[in-house]
């Protein structure tokens, strides 16, 4: 999606989540926004056709001549809206650590715990790399991050529509969305949270301790199980091993 149809779509998203809405085409360039059983006639909104057919290309919505949100919409939605917006608090959580040593070194948060894993009982082993390592690709992958220059792989032409024959780029970007939720998903809330700040948004571990209001020091403990959970998720070890491992330290 466009960053203009991403933005419509969130904006409108607490209403296109709400039980029994649909949208239905008004004319060539305009979709209205109904709700089974409603008593006017009138829509409850008015949408640019171009925006719902983004979000129709990209499964956020489905159905044929009348659209609904659908599950990856709800999903989609999710991370946008209050208890879920990991998205706006991981970029405060990055504005906050620049300038910090990380940025300074050009080492990642990640590489530093690595390099440390002899001196530290809950320093970072191969295989949590590892994960971290997949989790923070997903992230990119995911266009989660802001771009600053121009996507000189996909071309756009004036009307917003993309070149013939290039890569399915939407595709590819739900995909990694889809696999970064999964991932999320089986870590579960709060180490999920510590896992994008360090691993994707690459803020340090005191900017994260203070940022979620965790106590001190335990910012390194929680990535650990994190990471350890997404090890076991991506296949890396099994539960067991993970445990076992954990144990051991």
């Not at 779509?9 to 926004?33: C, N, V």
């Not at 529509?161 to 990694?176: C, H, K, R």
Request: hydrophobic residues 40%; charged residues 25%; glycine residues 8%.
């Amino acid at each position: 999606m466009t960053p203009a149809s991403e933005r419509v779509f969130r904006q409108h998203g607490k209403k296109l989540s709400a039980p029994k809405i649909y949208l239905e085409p008004l004319d060539a360039d305009t979709y209205g926004m109904f709700r089974e059983g409603q008593a006017s006639a009138k829509p409850q909104a008015r949408l640019e056709a171009v925006f719902v057919l983004a979000w129709r290309h990209a499964e956020l919505v489905q159905g044929d001549r009348v659209l609904q949100l659908s599950p990856l919409g709800r999903a989609h939605l999710r991370r946008f809206q209050a208890g879920g917006a990991f998205v706006a608090q991981h970029k405060q959580l990055q504005a906050a650590a620049h300038d910090k040593t990380v940025s300074q070194t050009q080492t990642t948060p990640l590489q530093w715990l690595q390099a440390r894993r002899q001196d530290s009982r809950f320093g970072l082993q191969e295989i949590e790399f590892e994960a971290g390592h997949r989790l923070g690709k997903d992230y990119d992958c995911a266009a989660y991050q802001p771009r600053q220059t121009m996507d000189w792989q996909r071309p756009v032409f004036v009307d917003g529509s993309a070149a013939s024959g290039e890569p399915n780029f939407a595709g590819s970007l739900l995909d990694a969305r889809k696999r970064l939720e999964a991932a999320l998903a089986y870590v579960g809330p709060g180490l999920a949270d510590v896992a994008v700040a360090i691993c994707c948004a690459e803020v340090g571990l005191e900017d994260c301790e203070r940022g979620f209001a965790l106590p001190k020091r335990s910012g390194k403990l929680m990535l650990k199980m994190a990471l350890m959970r997404l090890s076991v998720h991506y296949g890396l070890q099994s539960a067991a091993a993970a445990a076992a491992s954990f144990r051991m330290r």
